[in-house]
């Protein structure tokens, strides 16, 4: 969303596609642009097109400044990758700034 960044999910299992805000801003305009392009996909392989459910994720971990929205959205992909409930907060941004580089540098994910 220019600048900032966020993260959108499309659960196709559940039907469902969730955005996540670390300003927890609701962009509705963000989650009609996807919307658009899974049924848009769906329509083109000639797949039935099923109504998805939209939801703007609440109740986040949230950033306090203006640089951490990169970090946060990592984070959020992340835990749900791992089907994990979100237990991390503003003060382990740096702890987890160090795990990312970490983790590119050498090529592995922690768990």
């Not at 196709?12 to 596609?17: F, G």
């Not at 392009?37 to 848009?40: G, N, P």
């Not at 409930?85 to 991390?88: E, I, K, N, P, R």
């Given at each position: 969303m220019g600048a900032h960044w966020c993260v959108a999910v499309a659960d196709?299992?559940?039907?469902?596609?969730k955005y996540y805000d670390s300003?927890?801003?609701a962009i509705d305009k963000c989650l009609k642009i996807l919307m658009k392009?899974?049924?848009?996909e769906r329509v083109a392989r000639k797949v039935p097109?099923?109504?998805w459910k939209?939801?703007?994720a609440q109740n986040l971990p949230q950033q306090m400044n203006g640089s951490d929205c990169g970090v946060l959205?990592?984070?959020y992909a992340e835990f749900i990758c791992r089907n994990a409930?979100?237990?991390?907060a503003q003060k382990d941004i740096p702890y987890f700034r160090h795990k990312m580089i970490y983790e590119i540098y050498r090529c592995k994910l922690l768990m």
């Open positions: 196709v299992r559940e039907k469902t596609l300003l927890e801003a392009y899974l049924t848009d097109v099923h109504v939209t939801e703007n959205s990592c984070m409930d979100f237990t991390f």
